[in-house]
């Protein structure tokens, strides 16, 4: 059964910073991209971020670039999501998602995104 578990949510006060992690069990993505949306209440899922099979290249919303960073570690089968400078907007479920297409260099649409974590509440207090 496959499995991505993300961890490291919480509440934060604006321009504070939080680091998300995604530990993905039952198969290796290592081949495959992986990604990170996110949902705010009344709003459709938006992609944040992607990473490249090797961790080489990674692509973000403009909403949150130069401030997030994707990175991964195939060996540990896991994605990471470092946010600074944190804004209330940026309050929203995060959810990691991992595709098992090969020959897909990136992403940023759901639909091509195969297995989703549960969730994790990121908080930004003004």
């Not at 504070?16 to 949306?37: D, E, K, Q, V």
């Not at 949902?39 to 973000?60: C, D, H, L, M």
Request: hydrophobic share 35%.
């Amino acid at each position: 059964q496959v499995q991505l578990v993300e961890s490291g949510g919480g509440l934060v006060q604006a321009g504070g910073s939080l680091r998300l992690s995604c530990a993905a069990s039952g198969r290796t993505f290592s081949s495959n991209i992986m990604g990170w949306f996110r949902q705010a209440p009344g709003k459709q899922r938006e992609f944040v971020a992607t990473i490249t099979w090797n961790g080489g290249s990674a692509y973000y919303a403009d909403s949150v670039k130069g401030r997030f960073t994707i990175s991964r570690d195939n060996a540990k089968n896991s994605v990471y999501l470092q946010m600074n400078s944190l804004k209330p907007e940026d309050t929203a479920v995060y959810y990691c998602a991992a595709s098992t297409a090969y020959g897909l260099g990136s992403s940023r649409n759901l639909g091509d995104y195969d297995y989703w974590g549960q969730g994790t509440q990121v908080t930004v207090s003004s």
